[in-house]
């Protein structure tokens, strides 16, 4: 059985820092990532990271945030830094294998401006 279980989220100041962490456990994943769903929106990318270390970033988040993962603790990691008010939302793990997709149940990040 698959788990997602998501980490880290809080309330912190615009222009700080959070951390989020989500372990996976049930097989082994090809993709995994994060996204967020902001009140009244839909919910978008944050971020990816392949096994290899491959990575994809929303424009609104580069060079704020990195992905990463560790392939042996099947874990992936967001550090978020220079938080904005807009970065406010449910953030959501995300893994994919090669027939599935898998989501956590999410973590509230809100920055408070």
């Known amino acids: 059985q698959v788990q997602l279980v998501e980490s880290g989220g809080g309330l912190v100041q615009a222009g700080g820092s959070l951390r989020l962490s989500c372990a996976a456990s049930g097989s082994i994943f090809t993709i995994m990532g994060w996204y967020r769903q902001a009140p009244g929106k839909q919910r978008e990318l944050v971020a990816t990271?392949?096994?290899?270390?491959?990575?994809n970033y929303a424009d609104s988040v580069k060079g704020r945030f990195t992905i990463s993962r560790d392939n042996a603790k099947n874990t992936v990691y967001l550090q978020m830094n220079n938080l904005k008010s807009e970065d406010t939302g449910i953030y959501y793990c995300?893994?994919?294998?090669?027939?599935?997709?898998?989501w956590g149940r999410g973590t509230q990040v809100t920055v408070s401006s």
């Open positions: 990271i392949t096994r290899g270390g491959s990575t």
């Open positions: 995300n893994a994919k294998t090669w027939a599935n997709d898998y």
